[in-house]
T-cell receptor
Framework: EPEVTQTPSHQVTQMGQEVILRCVPI?????FYWYRQILGQKVEFLVS????????KSEIFDDQFSVERPDGSNFTLKIRSTKLEDSAMYFC??????????????FGEGSWLTVV | SQQGEEDPQALSIQEGENATMNCSYK?????LQWYRQNSGRGLVHLIL?????REKHSGRLRVTLDTSKKSSSLLITASRAADTASYFC???????????FGKGTKLTVNP
């Protein structure tokens, strides 16, 4: 079964540093997402991306965050000047485009980010 | 309560028993999806049920949706120790793309 792949699986970074989390969505999918899960808490939506632009974002997704699809396969989340409270599992997800939205959303294994 | 609230928060059963988890939500939805998460791992998609569907099956899983009560249930039959995980429902509202997750039900299946 096709899958969403994420790298790195775990990253430790110093507060104030920039971090880039990478994702390869399922190849024929058109909608891409980032979610995060702080330890012991709910999975929270960050941003959705379609047709090379952000289509929806949450209040969490402030100027500290940015997303990019630099080529035809990768989808990245950049966190500038990380804070301790950015420590979380970050999930990339994708959805197929046939029939528009409202299809199964597939998640990757996640990237654990620890800010020290 | 918030969109996509599951209950119970924790459920412990014996192998072979059935496990039922419930999810309630507040606003109208486009679809509802159930996911499983093993500790520290990714979210594995189980079933998607659309707002015009009432029941779906996949193997040992059965999901129901009652839009009049704004609730869904996930039934796992003949549970196995390998079913031990957290189970989340997540809803997608019309006009939005985002999944809104509940806090999940932590299921423990004892061998």
């Amino acid at each position: 079964e096709p899958e969403v792949t994420q790298t790195p699986s775990h990253q430790v970074t110093q507060m104030g540093q920039e971090v880039i989390l990478r994702c390869v969505p399922i190849s024929n999918h058109l909608y891409f997402y980032w979610y995060r899960q702080i330890l012991g808490q709910k999975v929270e939506f960050l941003v959705s991306f379609y047709n090379n632009e952000i289509s929806e974002k949450s209040e969490i997704f402030d100027d500290q965050f940015s997303v990019e699809r630099p080529d035809g396969s990768n989808f990245t989340l950049k966190i500038r000047s990380t804070k301790l409270e950015d420590s979380a599992m970050y999930f990339c997800a994708s959805q197929g485009g046939t029939g528009g939205r409202g299809n199964t959303i597939y998640f990757g294994e996640g990237s654990w980010l620890t800010v020290v | 309560s918030q969109q996509g609230e599951e209950d119970p928060q924790a459920l412990s059963i014996q192998e072979g028993e059935n496990a039922t988890m419930n999810c309630s939500y507040k606003t109208s939805i486009n679809n509802l999806q159930w996911y499983r998460q093993n500790s520290g791992r990714g979210l594995v998609h189980l079933i998607l049920i659309r707002s015009n569907e009432r029941e779906k099956h996949s193997g040992r899983l059965r999901v129901t949706l009652d839009t009049s009560k704004k609730s869904s249930s996930l039934l796992i039959t003949a549970s196995r120790a390998a079913d031990t995980a957290s189970y989340f429902c997540a809803t997608v509202r019309g006009g939005s793309e985002k999944l809104v997750f509940g806090k999940g039900t932590k299921l423990t299946v004892n061998p």
